[in-house]
């Protein structure tokens, strides 16, 4: 089974589970307006799913196949277990996916790409794949960066790609999970309701909580918000701008990244 059928069956799979149950045991019982967000959400998704399988020979997978081939990186130089190589290669991928997403938040011109996964005004496991073409390709760059500079192993970079559309899904789905098993979950990895934070409409709260897969980078680096003010069944959700039904079309998302926007992307109160 090659490498993008084996992610594409995984994600999809992972993707109707997590809608039935979402369906069977909600966060949150009020409407999503899932008539209209879907299709713009799947429709990003889709985009995206075609962009890459274009630039599919440049994949990270594809270029950690050709490294260790040439011997190119850290792990293909040195005498490194195999267990070694592989553990620091997921953990180093998933770090530099946290800064990358800080950054996003922290850069104007990466906010742009980067703000039209924030005007969802709900969230449900479509949210997981809303996201910017543009962004998805300056992610890919960053994920090469690291690959290369890692020499990491195939292996490695297959599972981390599994793992980061998986927690993309998960973390945003709208299943209701145990209020004491999502404290445990916390220590390790990221949950919804950990997530739901980020997307607050409140600036202090959506620029907190990071992470995509493992929790504690956001306590490594103090960005890490424990619960936002509203009631998590409460919590207001989206941005202060662009929540006009005209903005949440899909032409003018696709086109939101060259919108003007007197948003302040990193005010703290």
């Known amino acids: ?63 950690a196949m050709r490294a260790h081939e040439s011997g190119m990186g850290l792990f293909n ?19 530099a996916i946290y800064w990358q997403h800080r950054l996003m938040h922290l850069v104007p011109w990466l906010w742009r790409l980067h703000r039209l996964h924030h005007t969802d005004l709900a969230l449900d496991t479509s949210s997981g794949i809303r996201f910017h073409p543009l962004e998805i390709l300056f992610s890919l760059l960053v994920k090469l960066g690291v690959v290369l500079a890692l020499g990491a192993p195939p292996l490695a970079v297959l599972v981390f790609e599994i793992l980061l559309s998986s927690f993309s899904l998960f973390t945003h789905t709208n299943v209701a999970i145990p209020v004491r098993v999502d404290r445990v979950l916390r220590w390790l990895v990221v949950t919804p309701d950990m997530h739901r934070i980020h997307h607050s409409v409140a600036y202090d709260e959506h620029n907190r909580n990071f992470g995509f897969n493992a929790s504690w980078w956001d306590r490594i680096f ?18 202060d701008r662009f929540r006009e039904p005209e903005a949440q079309r899909f032409t003018a998302l696709l086109l939101q990244p060259f919108a003007k926007s007197k948003q302040v992307i990193a005010r703290r109160n």
């Open 77 to 95: 130089a040195v005498d490194a277990p195999a267990w070694l190589a592989f553990g620091v290669s997921v953990l180093l991928l998933d770090l």
């Open 1 to 63: 089974m090659s490498e993008g059928i084996l992610r594409l069956g995984f994600f999809f799979v992972l993707l109707i589970v997590l809608m039935l149950g979402e369906w069977r045991w909600p966060r949150n019982r009020s409407p999503a307006q899932r008539w209209q967000r879907w299709p713009v959400n799947l429709g990003f998704g889709l985009i995206d799913t075609i962009c890459l399988r274009v630039l599919s020979p440049v994949l990270a997978y594809a270029v």
């Open 222 to 239: 103090r960005s890490y918000r424990d619960q936002p003010r509203q009631s998590q069944t409460e919590l207001t959700l989206g941005l």
